[in-house]
């Protein structure tokens, strides 16, 4: 009888350590789908938020991120600097990686 009776404690402990083991599984697993999506989400937050800058950035100039932008590069066609910014400007355009010759300026006006 005594030999049942350890045999049946041990069946339990077993048994309660595949419980347990099983518990951490499913806890693990939901810890890990929740950074996910924490982490999916900080990303949709943080590209959103670069979206809003670079809107709120359009339209002052490249050169001081102050002013508006009023000057239109002929030769390349970008609307990039102020007009404080663009008697600075050498013979090339200002913009990253555009580097082209500038033919003349224009300055435009907005309604």
Do not use: W
């Not at 938020?49 to 950035?57: F, L, P, R, S």
């Not at 002052?60 to 970008?78: K, T």
């Not at 990039?80 to 050498?90: K, R, Y």
């Amino acid at each position: 009888m005594e030999g049942q009776a350890q045999s049946d404690s041990q069946g339990s402990e077993e048994l309660c350590e595949v419980h347990i083991t099983t518990d951490q599984r499913v806890l693990n697993h939901h810890s890990d789908s929740s950074q996910s999506l924490i982490d999916h989400e900080m990303s949709s937050i943080n590209r959103i938020t670069q979206e809003q800058q670079i809107i709120v950035n359009y339209g002052s100039c490249v050169m001081c991120n102050i002013n508006e932008r009023c000057v239109l590069f002929v030769g390349c066609n970008h609307l990039a600097c102020c007009d404080q910014c663009s008697t600075t400007c050498n013979d090339t355009c200002p913009v990253r990686n555009c580097n082209k010759p500038i033919k003349e300026r224009l300055h435009v006006f907005k309604p």
